[in-house]
């Protein structure tokens, strides 16, 4: 079992910056997948960022390419978000996922994850 716990987000306004973090209460081993989704009123959660916990591969949805950067610190077991000139579209619950064996063409899909933090409000006012 792993535990994720999500801190960072909070209120900003449209061309701010604001960091994720989201710490496991264990290290890892073997091929996990590290991931943020996110989920806003009414519509589904999407995926956003990912990155192998081994060899620090990364992966990113095309909106947020180029603005957020994922990153990860295998002595304090944290993954971090970095998103940078966020708008309103930004505006969500955060999650922190992690899993196990999963391939590149599933990065995407949030049903690989086993494990899920409780989320963390993101809010870009305009």
């Known amino acids: 079992q792993v535990q994720l716990e999500e801190s960072g987000g909070g209120l900003v306004q449209a061309g701010d910056s604001l960091r994720l973090s989201c710490t496991a209460s264990r290290s890892f081993a073997g091929r996990y997948l590290m991931g943020w989704f996110r989920q806003a009123p009414g519509k589904e959660r999407e995926f956003v960022a990912a990155i192998r916990w081994s060899e620090g591969t990364t992966y990113y949805r095309e909106s947020v390419k180029g603005r957020f950067i994922i990153s990860r610190d295998k002595t304090t077991n944290t993954v971090t978000l970095q998103m ?40 870009v006012s305009s």
């Open 84 to 123: 940078n000139s966020l708008n309103t579209e930004d505006t969500a619950v955060y999650y922190c996922a992690a899993g196990q064996g999963i391939i590149t063409s599933e990065t995407r899909n949030p049903r690989g994850y086993s494990y899920w933090g409780q989320g963390t409000q993101v809010t």
